[in-house]
């Protein structure tokens, strides 16, 4: 039997593609290394357990499954019915036993991959709407699971960090966080540097925020160090300008 390929040909897409599966692999990696009692115990997210996340993990597939669904079809096929219902069925599936738990990682990775694999080229660029009500095309769903399957398996807590994070994508959520602080007014008078820059060559930025403050407060660290202290995971390798323990603005 001939082995089936993505029916896009896009070199980005397909890149960013190879990205979010290698992503998958890492995160059940770092999920099968957690015995099932384990599942139970907290995770990175406060109020969460290690199966909350899991739960969310499985049913966020299944949600960008759906949009893929509307890219390919037309048929306007939301991620969650309401924000409730998204909060209502992660609490629902972190009460469920371990093995159908891990079943439905696998189960929804598997789907949301396929789907994504038999997508052709002219659907990718079709719009669809995120939770947040964001019109994006649905080439968008591949950025938006790859920041969710690399973060979370940091949150599971069992090992992962953000150095096993690939450096673009790193870069890519220290875009968006900062994004989002500049569309808040939360980056006044805040700068984030990669230390070492400007030796830091491959990234193609390795400075974010307000650049053009008078004295700005200017919070250093590493690739890493500097993403899992703007998503609120860590202050560890972080060193600030101004203060001696610096709390990043609130991301999501």
Known sequence: MTARHDLTTDATLLAELLTVRRGTAFFGRKLNELTDDQLREPSLLPGWSRAHAVAHIGYNARALTRLIEWANTGVETPMYSSPDARNQEIDAGATL????????????????????????????????????GRTVPAAETVWMRTREIWVHAVDLDNGARFSDIPDHVNERLLGDVAGTWKARGQDKGLVLKVAGAPNTTELNTTEWGDLDAVDPEVVSGSLPALTGWALGRSRDGITSSHREDPAAPRWL
């Open 97 to 132: 036993p371990a093995r159908a738990l891990r079943h439905l990682h696998e189960h929804a990775a598997i789907t949301l991959d396929v789907s994504w694999r038999d997508t052709p080229p002219d659907a990718w660029g079709q719009p669809v709407k995120t939770a947040q």
